[in-house]
């Protein structure tokens, strides 16, 4: 049980994000949601956590691309529960195109969102789970964070890029009970990843039919989508205390992608 702990999810408002929150808090965390969208949804989303699980559930909509409100999550978090045991890092968007049309605004953006927000949040959290002598930090990556895919350059480089920080963050907080991992998801069908349907689309050539048969199950040996409820129960079981030893890893729940 994760009773009387608390966590940061980062982009808890839809898709993967709100799926971990609903685990976390259903394995009995407090929990801090942030993301953007609709503040009479949010304020739904984050009142049902309360009555559903018990717990006690806040929102910051702060803005992921600044370093100084990724920061502030954090101690928003501290401030409204007086600690931040779990931190996962989620938030995260997508642009697809060549390398010589990517939109450099885009550029900028994926990689604040994508990398740097977990740089800054987990700069944050990390003295006060150093502190405490306890730490969860679970970054969701991707597929992508270990292979690429054309015209996702930014995203793919951001990815490889939160690999990377995870094992250093890993190697640094070893000692101290804390751990810091990565999870690398395959495919979910998230708001994300129909936006994308039609942006492969064009950038394919194709119709969204071919672009979910050829592109996307094509990468998925399963050809089946990965369920948010999975990405939650793993969640759950990282930031358990029979996840102590599991620190460093990239995992990957990717339908067999990455072993092709
Ligand atoms: P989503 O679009 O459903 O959710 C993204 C969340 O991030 C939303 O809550 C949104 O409001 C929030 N967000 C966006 N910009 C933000 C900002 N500047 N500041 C704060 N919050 C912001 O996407 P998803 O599919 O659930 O993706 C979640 C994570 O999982 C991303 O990091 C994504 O790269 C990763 N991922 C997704 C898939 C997939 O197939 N869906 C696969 C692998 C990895």
């Given at each position: 049980s994760l009773k009387g702990k608390s966590a940061v999810v980062t982009?808890?408002?839809?898709?993967i994000g709100l799926g971990i929150a609903r685990a976390l808090a259903g394995a009995g965390a407090d929990i801090m949601l942030n993301g953007f969208g609709d503040a009479g949804e949010i304020e739904q989303i984050r009142a049902g956590l309360e009555t559903e699980f018990v717990v006690k559930a806040a929102f910051s909509g702060v803005d992921l691309t600044k370093g100084d409100q990724a920061k502030k999550l954090v101690t928003d978090a501290e401030a409204a529960?007086?600690?931040?045991d779990i931190l996962v890092n989620n938030a995260g968007i997508q642009t697809v195109a060549p390398v010589d049309e990517f939109p450099e605004d885009r550029w900028e953006l994926i990689v604040a969102l994508n990398l740097s927000s977990n740089f800054y949040t987990t700069k944050a959290a990390l003295p006060g789970m150093k502190q405490r002598g306890w730490g969860r930090i679970i970054n969701i990556a991707s597929a992508h964070g270990l292979v690429a895919s054309p015209y996702k350059a930014a995203y793919v480089a951001a990815k490889h890029g939160v690999v990377g920080f995870t094992k250093v963050v890993a190697l640094e907080t070893a000692e101290q009970g804390i751990t810091c991992n990565a999870i690398c998801p395959g495919f979910v069908k998230t708001p994300l990843v129909e936006g994308q349907i039609g942006e492969q689309a064009k950038a394919n050539n194709m119709t969204e039919e071919q672009v979910v048969r050829e592109v996307i199950l094509a990468s998925q040996p399963t050809k089946k989508f990965v369920e948010v409820d999975d990405l939650g129960a793993l969640s759950v079981f990282l930031a358990g205390?029979?996840?102590?030893?599991?620190?460093g890893a990239a995992l990957q729940v990717d339908g067999g992608w990455v072993a092709r």
């Open positions: 982009g808890s408002t839809s898709g529960f007086g600690k931040v205390d029979h996840a102590g030893s599991i620190t």
